[in-house]
């Protein structure tokens, strides 16, 4: 029987072997050094919040992986030996594969900031480093503040965990507004001062220079590199991006770059071995998605395309509209189809922006500007459906029709106040003045 | 696991409470204490201002709580440390509560000497004579120990449920519903029955009679007693009667069908009601397996099985045999009893045996063929009914009525989660719930590929529905047991979940994949 192995027990690998499972009879392996069963990786903030219990995050009671024949091995792989197909095990241990599936997403990005290897100092991605945090930051007594470096959703999100527990944090960010590299400017403005509200200390246009020692190996302050001021600092946030966990594969002669090197049937440049989610790079990048994609839905629409190849139907990757959602504090935010800010932003593609009155809800609606498509649009404090936008894309809607049929794509619960009309007639204000 | 241990014992954490919530607990647990006292005989100058200053002391803790807990934070989830609190995830202070609770119920059902109920025209002493006042200036008549504990479980729903507003002041479906319990709970359950009793003189009697507590939750309704009190009431009465056969036969297919069970189980329902507001603290303590899921189904409907066999029983115990008295006669009733079960039986093995489970079918063949045997041996002169009448009656009663939905249903809120009786024992819920599964334009929406499993939905499911498993399939949740308290909406934090009523064409979508991927994988993945 063949026997596929898969490294890494994310979204993607375990989705892969579902799905195979679903197909076929394949004796199917997980290997994962970092939890004995599959977990929400998203979920990992609500953990130290205290919202859920880390049982919570396991989308599968533990008698799944037995009763649907999908072996977990525990253990850390060292090298893979592609010849012979077998993988090194850190403790020594071999293991044999047909198939491989490289799966073992991400770790957070450090950029060679002296001490950023000091205790205290961590990213948050991995259990693991929900485990430190849990020992380095349980209250603001053993932590009196926390400096978090990098404006992204991860940086938001543990801004949003020390909150919880009234741990003081700085929020440094890079850019001149909480990441206007991908927000429109009065949605970015938006959520800065939604930051501001809760207390959080955000510093825009502000880089790290260094972390400080205590003298016995831990995080003491860290320096801000405009300024040189110091900020005194028990625990760093290091929130500036991920990049592969692809280490172990550099002896091998799995042709790496970034990520692990793929076709769009998520082949490598070996036979028989293939990468799916965060940790796969795609050789030439797909309509307008980057060639690395670290987001939870790629991951698991890689693992159930790559389960059709495995299984003898061989496919392409390839995803449908792009579209992603987040949580910045208590404002949700959506997006369908591409929606650029100032920096990023396409001569042809023009906004119409709206926002409410409270400070909590806005739109972004993005046209060609010279032929009215529909580009697409992103949405905080309003839930929108999904299936909608991606029809209207697939139909290549204009933003008049867009504009004047919002009300089908609203997705917030009942008798919650809507704003479509509002929407609408702002709409029309807006062209009249243009 | 060290910091485990600091978290707990750490004075000044986020995890514990702020002072000005300790003192407003502080406030309301000596309201709470002045009961006590009463309890146990302490003689107050004034029982009238006595239990003013205990009820205002625990409405204004909770009030006071509330706000300082909810108001000085922004609108939004705050779910902030409900697994740290001992209270709220079975620790020391769960236990002590949940067994406090317990001892309530048992002493209040079983003893309610203890409490201070006068017996045999005795006049009250203790805690139920401290009630005393606020019972005559209602209904003119002294308390008893029900109204003892309706006061108490109508004051436990307002002050619970306005820590709820506040909790969800950024959303309008769980501030109308929690309204909409708390106006039933007040008005409906607590003070038109006791208006009602002031009607009451020699010549004119009502049962005591919550409208909207609908058979077979109250399982008492058509008793004999209750039936004949209603007709010697005249048209007032017999208008109750036909009423309380209307709301289930008549108003509440109509409304499930429209609306789904919420409509009576988290809008209207007084165990709901109380479930909803003092138990939402609870809610996340629910039993999400698949193994708990299977419990539930056989508990929940043979319960329902057990108050149809037993109001059956009873009705017939007291019909005359007659028919040139009464048209109603014991054989008339029971072949109507026959006759509606094989109807519903029938229509549902003709038209909905797709949308059955495997044990479903076996369970509604055997508990079809169980009620059938037992009527058919009446027939054959066996009686069956005829001597068990009482004894199922007070079984019903001592097993369900008291250890299941007061014992077990709300001592164990902290233990077992808020919605123990509802999802395991309530034979009101197993019928709205096999009409909404079967037959009902209500069901929970998913939104495209946006589901990122994070578990919230599921964590904070009172139910036990793991609503996660439908989400990451974009598949529509229809389940029995949903009662539509929208938190599972209200916590998600991508925007995945929706309560909607629509057409039944396309409710129950099972799917394998989500919207986002290649459109041609999703077709071959989703036909069936």
Not at chain 1, 350 to 375: P, R, S, V, Y
Not at chain 2, 516 to 521: E, M
Request: with cysteine; net charge positive.
């Amino acid at each position: 029987m063949e026997h596929i192995v898969i490294i890494g027990n994310g979204i993607s690998g375990v989705t892969a072997a579902r799905h195979i499972r679903k197909l076929s009879d394949k004796k199917i392996t997980i290997v994962s050094d970092e939890t004995d069963y599959f977990f929400s990786r998203t979920a990992l903030m609500y953990i130290y919040m205290g919202h859920m219990k880390f049982e919570h995050t396991q989308p599968y009671e533990n008698h799944f992986w037995k009763k649907n024949r999908i072996d977990l091995k525990k253990g850390r792989v060292k090298t893979v030996e592609t010849a012979s197909k077998t993988l090194h095990f850190e403790n020594n241990e071999t293991l044999l594969y047909d198939k491989l599936i490289i799966a073992t997403g991400s770790k957070p990005n450090k950029f060679g900031w002296p001490g950023q290897d000091l205790k205290g100092a961590q990213g948050l991605y991995s259990k693991q480093d929900l485990d430190t945090l849990e020992e380095m930051a349980p209250d603001n007594k053993a932590c009196q503040r926390a400096v978090i470096v990098g404006g992204g959703l991860i940086g938001i999100e543990l801004a949003e965990m020390l909150n919880t527990r009234q741990i003081p944090v700085t929020f440094l960010v890079r850019e001149t507004s909480f990441w206007n590299g991908v927000l429109p400017k009065g949605e970015s403005e938006m959520i800065n001062r939604h930051i501001k509200s809760h207390h959080i200390d955000l510093r825009l246009g502000t880089n790290l220079k260094a972390i400080k020692d205590d003298g016995s190996g831990r995080v003491k302050s860290v320096i801000i590199e405009e300024t040189g001021e110091e900020i005194p600092c028990t625990v760093v946030g290091l929130t500036a991006g991920v990049t592969p966990n692809i280490d172990f594969l550099k002896p091998s002669n799995i042709e790496i770059d970034k990520g692990v090197l793929v076709n769009r049937n998520l082949e490598t440049n070996i036979k028989d071995i293939y990468a799916i989610g965060d940790c796969a790079q795609q050789r030439e990048a797909i309509g307008q998605r980057r060639t690395i994609e670290a987001v939870w839905y790629t991951g698991r629409m890689m693992g159930e395309v790559l389960a059709q190849t495995i299984c003898g139907n061989t496919m392409n990757y390839n995803p449908g509209h792009w579209f992603n959602s987040a949580k910045f504090l208590d404002i949700e935010y959506q997006t369908y189809g591409w929606v650029y800010s100032e920096k990023n932003k396409p001569d042809y593609e023009h906004h119409f922006h709206w926002k409410h009155d409270d400070d909590t809800k806005c739109i972004t609606i993005a046209f060609h500007k010279d032929t009215n498509a529909f580009l697409g649009i992103n949405t905080f404090g309003i839930r929108m459906k999904h299936e909608v936008f991606d029809r209207w894309l697939t139909e290549k809607r204009d933003v008049d029709y867009v504009i004047n049929h919002l009300r089908e794509a609203n997705f917030d619960p009942e008798f919650f106040k809507r704003f479509e009309k509002d929407i609408l007639e702002n709409y029309r204000n807006t062209l009249q003045n243009a | 696991m060290s910091s485990k241990i600091d978290q707990n014992l750490s004075l000044a954490n986020s995890k514990q409470l702020s002072t000005k919530q300790k003192l407003a607990s502080g406030v309301g647990i000596l309201g709470l204490f002045i009961l006590v006292l009463a309890l146990f005989n302490v003689n107050f100058p004034s029982r009238s201002i006595t239990l003013t200053i205990a009820l205002g002391l625990i409405a204004t803790g909770a009030i006071w709580f509330a706000n300082n807990a909810y108001l000085s934070k922004s609108k939004g989830i705050k779910n902030d440390g409900v697994w740290f609190k001992s209270i709220s995830s079975r620790g020391l202070v769960g236990w002590i509560t949940g067994i406090a609770l317990t001892s309530f119920y048992i002493v209040l059902y079983f003893k309610p000497v203890w409490l201070g109920m006068g017996i045999d025209g005795a006049s009250n002493t203790g805690l139920i004579a401290l009630f005393d006042p606020l019972s005559k200036l209602l209904s003119g008549n002294p308390a008893s120990q029900w109204f003892v504990y309706g006061t108490l479980y109508t004051l436990a729903i307002l002050i619970f449920g306005y820590k709820f507003l506040l909790k969800y002041r950024h959303n309008k479906y769980e501030q109308l519903r929690t309204g909409s319990v708390m106006f039933f709970q007040l008005a409906f359950a607590f003070l038109i029955p006791e208006f009602m009793a002031r009607l009451n003189s020699d010549t004119f009697s009502l049962p005591y009679y919550d409208l909207k507590n609908i058979w077979p939750l109250n399982y008492y309704n058509f008793e004999q007693y209750r039936v004949d009190n209603l007709i010697s009431a005249g048209d007032v009465g017999l208008g109750l009667l036909i009423f309380g056969l209307v709301s289930i036969f008549v108003i509440t297919p109509i409304l499930t069908y429209k609306y789904g069970k919420r409509w009576y189980c988290s809008w209207v329902c007084g165990c709901g009601g109380l479930a909803e507001t003092a138990g939402d603290s609870f809610r996340q303590l629910s039993d999400k397996s698949t193994f708990a899921w299977k419990v539930e189904r056989w508990v929940v409907h043979s319960v329902l099985v057990f108050v149809v066999l037993m109001t059956t029983a009873v009705v017939y115990s007291y019909l005359g045999d007659d028919s040139s008295k009464y048209w109603l006669t014991k054989n008339v009733f029971l072949y109507s009893v026959a006759g509606l079960l094989t109807v519903v039986f029938a229509g549902v093995m003709l038209f909905k045996h797709k949308e059955l489970g495997k044990d479903a079918k076996l369970g509604a063949i055997g508990y079809f063929a169980i009620i059938i045997a037992l009527i058919a041996m009446h027939q054959f002169g066996m009686r069956l009914f005829y001597f068990e009448a009482e004894t199922l009656r007070s079984s019903y009663g001592f097993l369900i009525g008291s250890i299941f939905s007061g014992v077990i249903g709300t001592g164990f809120y902290p233990i077992f989660g808020n919605r123990v009786w509802c999802r395991f024992g309530c034979p009101m819920a197993a019928i709205l719930g096999f009409q909404q599964r079967l037959f009902s334009k209500f069901r929970i929406t998913t939104n495209g590929g946006q589901c990122i499993s994070c578990g919230n939905c599921s964590t904070y499911c009172e139910m036990g529905i793991d609503v996660r498993a439908y989400a990451q399939k974009g598949e529509n949740i229809v389940r029995s047991s949903c009662v539509g308290c929208g938190v599972c909406s209200a916590v998600c934090p991508r925007g995945v979940l929706k309560l909607e009523n629509d057409s039944m064409e396309g409710r129950i979508n099972p799917t394998s994949i989500l919207l986002g991927n290649d459109v041609d994988l999703m077709d071959l993945l989703n036909q069936k």
